[in-house]
């Protein structure tokens, strides 16, 4: 045989394999394409080996190697959006890859609560029961589970179920709501704001509990910090709080005139019968009163106060008994 016909045939053969390996690699760039459409999970922390080699297992691309490829020409260094994607298996490498790298997941089905200040816990958990659509029994159950409260760092639900406006995924367990729900009040409740607490003589749970009972006897912002400012003087000099606020929580319920003898009522919630402050929060307090007992107002020295009855939420301080004796005949 000739060199020439050598040289030629030689050729031939280069070409032809070059020519299936053309039609290969087209192959395994060309998608799948049958039409079949699935509901991807992205796993947070995956890379694109992983995310690859999920993809090809799925049978949405032919071949996991071929997605490394397009990543490093196309998206080399880019971060993987975890999450739920909608893929097809006819469409192309690069249009995968982007969508993962975009973050264009499939939307999560979610619903709002809105949580006031000043709610009780058994208040709180029918309003976080009918917005998000959960068992109220399982919420309650949730309330019990003492080595759920201890991971949480909580002695109960009562006063840390935070007041604020709420966003939950549908798919989102109740343990997680709450703990969201929690987390965000130690959100406020941080070393500085402890710290704070610390200077005015209290323990974060003592401060977390005088501040729901300021929650419930102060209804404008504006006095909080005096309000507080009256109990921490009260409690430096050994008198008791007296808070209407915690013998309704011992009653059960919200009476808009307390009689004498709902003043006797026998329980350590009860401020009229027992000295300090109660055993436990008696709401859940909002920001605006977790910062007053945190700074609260005590220049003036005032031990007493009373609603001016006018619907304005502002009430009348005075230092002594007698002063306080005189605002309460200037309201009647």
């Known amino acids: ?68 490829l397009q990543y490093k020409r196309n998206f080399s260094g880019a971060s993987l959006q975890a999450g739920r994607y909608s893929l097809s298996d006819t469409m192309e490498v690069d249009s995968i890859l982007a969508r993962f790298i975009s973050g ?12 006031p200040p000043g709610l009780r816990m058994e208040e709180s958990l029918p309003v976080i029961s009918s917005s998000l659509g959960r068992p109220l029994e399982e919420l309650e159950a949730l309330s019990i589970e003492m080595e759920y409260l ?77 309000v507080a400012g009256v109990f921490i003087n009260r409690l430096r000099t050994g008198m008791r709080l007296e808070s209407c606020a915690t013998v309704q929580y011992a009653l ?21 019968r027992n000295p300090g402050l109660p055993p436990g929060p008696i709401c859940s307090p909002g ?3 977790l910062e007053a007992v945190a700074s609260p107002d005590t220049a003036d020295g005032y031990l007493f106060f009373v609603s001016r009855g006018d619907g304005s939420g502002e009430h009348l301080f005075a230092t002594t008994a007698a002063g306080h004796a005189r605002n309460i005949r200037s309201v009647r």
């Open 150 to 226: 201890e991971a949480m760092g909580i002695p109960g639900f009562e006063g840390y179920l935070f007041p604020e406006t709420y966003e939950f995924a549908d798919s989102m367990a109740s343990w997680d709501v709450i703990d969201t729900i929690v987390r965000t009040g130690y959100e406020v409740m941080d070393r500085e704001w402890e710290d704070k607490c610390e200077a005015a003589g209290l323990s974060p749970f003592e401060a977390v509990v005088l501040a729901s009972i300021v929650e419930r006897e102060a209804a404008s912002d504006a006095e909080r910090d005096m």
């Open 252 to 272: 059960g319920e919200v009476r808009e005139v307390l009689l004498y003898r709902d003043l006797e009522v026998e329980s350590p919630y009860n401020t009229y």
């Open 104 to 115: 264009d997941v499939i939307p999560v089905p979610t619903s709002w609560v809105t949580l």
């Open 1 to 68: 045989m000739s060199r020439k016909r050598f040289f030629v045939r030689g050729l031939m053969v280069l070409l032809a394999a070059g020519f299936v390996s053309l039609v290969f690699v087209r192959k395994l760039v060309t998608p799948p394409g049958k039409g079949i459409t699935v509901e991807f999970a992205l796993q947070r922390g995956w890379g694109v080996r992983d995310a690859a080699k999920a993809l090809e297992q799925e049978s949405i691309v032919r071949s996991q190697w071929v997605v490394l």
């Open 287 to 289: 920001i605006a009163s």
